[in-house]
């Protein structure tokens, strides 16, 4: 049997000894007791004097509620005044948050629109105040004829009948007539701002200046029922237009107002077909950008259209007046015042070709798929519809001259740049035209081949 070494003596721990903050055997306890240890020490010794209290009243925001004898140095002094003999009270006022400040009253400070609430609120009690026994019975607020101008009866005021007259200074009166187009299209036209600011325009500056007015006189002022058939107005003729070239030239040219609302009183349904909206009106292509869209026709002259543009009150979609989607919602009745087909009422092309010319056309694009022969039948109707009004005018000239050898005669306009500035589609863009419209879903039946 061996002997058992002798077991070592037990080390005693000192409980007073402070182990390193860092050792590697700290604990995470330890670690967060000494952080705390130290943020506390740091709140002790901010200089926060605005120090919770006991019975101190707490904010919202865990702050120290205002108290007018301690954070007011009106009310302070005022309260220390009374037991402290010579205690100045200051001549201020008092703090915003105070109750005894006049115009806070102890709201803080106050906003613009705070400022406005509260004399608002002053005209209000004025206003429903009681009255006193000094104003029951009294006669001071009475008009002074008594009511008689308000139980009287009201008279209509009939709006008389103007004639058209231009005075000596040229200035024109306001009726609307064929002798106040003429003067007032030959005005604007001679108006130099009003030429440049409409010299990159598709339409002639002539029927620019007849749409200006239209607008202005006829469509704002809700007058489209009085000169407008079927959403078209012509261009009148007058015995002054020989007088003036540039309105002589459009005489007899259309302008038309493209907006169902205003002619027909339709509602159009949104023609997304996923969509429950309905369309409404936004505004016109002319009240903006003095916009004006061209159909060309084989009788002459384009028909220059105001375009309403209309907004999707569900999806905010944006379509136009004319486009085959809006039209082919539309009933019969009032499609067919449009002079286009459905079919071909495209809205990725700057123009339109009418009903009658595309009827036209359909049977020479399928046999022959000749474009440049369709587009050269446009440009000679353009071309014969100026001839026209040259030779009449020029023969209305020349009588004037036999009448009167000295009448000063105005030379007519240009064709190309004045009175001819938009022109019909080439011969390829006609063919793209006609081929998508084979394909398009905006014929009666809705059924694209």
């Keep these: 049997m061996t002997a058992t070494a ?29 952080s705390n240890q130290h943020k506390r020490k740091y709140k002790l010794c901010s200089s926060n004097n605005n120090k919770r209290k006991k019975g101190d009243q707490l904010t919202l925001l865990g702050g120290v509620a205002f108290e007018a004898k301690r954070d007011c140095g009106v009310c302070k002094a005022r309260f220390l005044a009374t037991f402290i003999e010579g205690c100045r009270v200051p001549n201020r006022a008092h703090h915003p948050l105070c109750i005894k400040n006049t115009k806070t009253r102890g709201k803080g400070e106050l906003s613009e629109l705070q400022k406005v609430t509260l004399e608002d609120n002053k005209r209000y009690k004025e206003l429903v105040r009681p009255i006193t026994d000094a104003e029951k019975g009294s006669s001071r607020n009475l008009p002074g004829d008594l009511g008689e101008a308000f139980f009287a009866p009201r008279i209509t005021k009939m709006s008389a009948t103007t004639t058209t007259t231009v005075n000596a200074h040229g200035n024109i009166n306001n009726d609307l007539t064929s002798s106040y187009f003429c003067a007032a299209v030959t005005k604007l036209v001679e108006d130099e701002g009003f030429a440049k600011k409409q010299k990159d325009k598709r339409a002639p500056l002539a029927i620019v200046a007849f749409a200006d007015e239209v607008a202005d006189k006829v469509i704002r002022q809700k007058r489209t029922s009085e000169f407008f058939h079927q959403s078209t107005v012509e261009v009148p003729d007058c015995e002054e237009a020989c007088d003036n070239p540039h309105y002589h030239s459009i005489v007899g040219q259309k302008l038309m107002l493209v907006d169902w609302e205003r002619s027909h009183g339709l509602q159009i349904p949104c023609p997304d077909a996923t969509c429950q909206g309905h369309l409404s009106n936004d505004r016109t292509n002319y009240s903006k950008n003095k916009t004006l869209f061209p159909i060309f026709d084989l009788n002459g002259a384009p028909t220059w259209c105001i375009i309403m543009t209309m907004v999707c009150t569900n999806c905010r979609r944006q379509f136009d007046a004319n486009d085959g989607e809006v039209l082919v919602n539309l009933p019969d009745y009032a499609a067919n015042t449009y002079p286009v087909d459905t079919t ?18 359909a049977s020479l694009i399928l046999t022959y798929g000749n474009g440049e022969m369709c587009s050269k039948l446009l440009y000679n109707c353009i071309n014969r519809s100026y001839l026209c009004r040259l030779k009449s005018y020029y023969s209305k000239a020349k009588e004037k001259k036999e009448l009167n050898a000295n009448a000063t005669i105005k030379e007519c306009v240009p064709k190309d740049g004045c009175c001819v500035k938009a022109y019909p589609p080439l011969g390829d863009t006609i063919r793209d035209m006609f081929d998508e419209a084979s394909s398009s879903k905006t014929n009666p039946w809705r059924i694209s081949d």
């Excluded at 080390?11 to 306890?29: D, I």
């Excluded at 071909?344 to 056309?361: E, G, I, K």
């Design 6 to 34: 002798a077991a070592a003596p037990p080390r005693m721990l000192n409980p007073y000894a402070k182990a390193a903050q860092n050792a590697a055997n700290m604990g995470r306890q330890s670690q967060q007791r000494i």
């Design 344 to 361: 071909y009422a495209f809205p990725n092309f700057a123009s339109h070709l009418s009903r009658n010319t595309t009827d036209v056309f």
